[in-house]
């Protein structure tokens, strides 16, 4: 390349960045504060997730030394500090079952009813409203169980809910909708299952019609 080529070359890098210069560095400069702002948040989550990984063994060495003060404990922090992560889902199950064991239903409504409403995953929730609405037909509440489960269930979870909310009907005298009720979620449930199959085949037997 001669001298005047290289001159008229560099005189067209000069008016391109005269014309197009502040544009670029902005466009740098915004794809810099992006990169790090996501590079953050993964820090961020990583560490979120680490500290509800610890929290988390807390909880159950707590749940093993039958700790309720403890477990509530741990589960309040869990869902304060840590609500969005896995780890919090797990944990309100986690501390429910060993509260309800405990004899404290209050607190195991408590810790199903948040899992319910802020569990990441809807199979913790579905799961959570079958428990909570087990509770419910225990203390013959049987309207708020009905409306826990009124919404359409998952497909993997429609047999069991079905089943659940024929068992509310049932309680309650509607033996026509429990009867139908059964029908369906005998067959939702997988063939393969043969014991909830059979266990849903009995309660229709003892409803009769």
């Known amino acids: 390349m001669s001298y005047h080529d290289e001159q008229e070359s560099l005189e067209s890098v000069k008016a391109w ?17 992006i990169a790090a702002g996501f590079n953050g948040w993964n820090y961020w989550q990583r560490r979120q997730a680490a500290e509800a990984s610890v929290l988390y063994d807390h909880l159950q060495q707590a749940v093993t030394g039958n700790d309720k003060a403890l477990i509530t404990r741990a589960a309040s922090d869990m869902e304060d500090k840590f609500g969005g992560t896995a780890y919090a889902q797990m944990s309100a199950l986690t501390a429910a079952k060993a509260l309800y064991t405990a004899g404290d239903t209050a607190g195991a409504k408590t810790q199903l009813q948040w899992a319910v409403d802020h569990a990441k995953d809807d199979e913790y929730k579905q799961i959570a409203k079958l428990r909570l609405a087990l509770i419910y037909l225990d203390e013959k509440n049987y309207d708020a169980g009905l409306k826990l489960l009124a919404d359409q269930p998952l497909d993997a979870f429609k047999g069991e809910i079905t089943d659940r909310r024929g068992d509310l009907l049932a309680a309650q005298g509607k033996s026509d909708d429990a009867h139908a009720a059964y029908k369906v979620a005998r067959g939702a449930l997988p063939e393969n299952n043969t014991s909830a199959r059979q266990l849903i085949q009995f309660k229709l037997d003892a409803l009769g019609g």
């Not at 005269?18 to 794809?31: M, R, S």
């Open 17 to 33: 960045w005269a014309k197009w210069g502040n544009t670029t560095t902005w466009i740098v400069l915004i794809a810099l504060v």
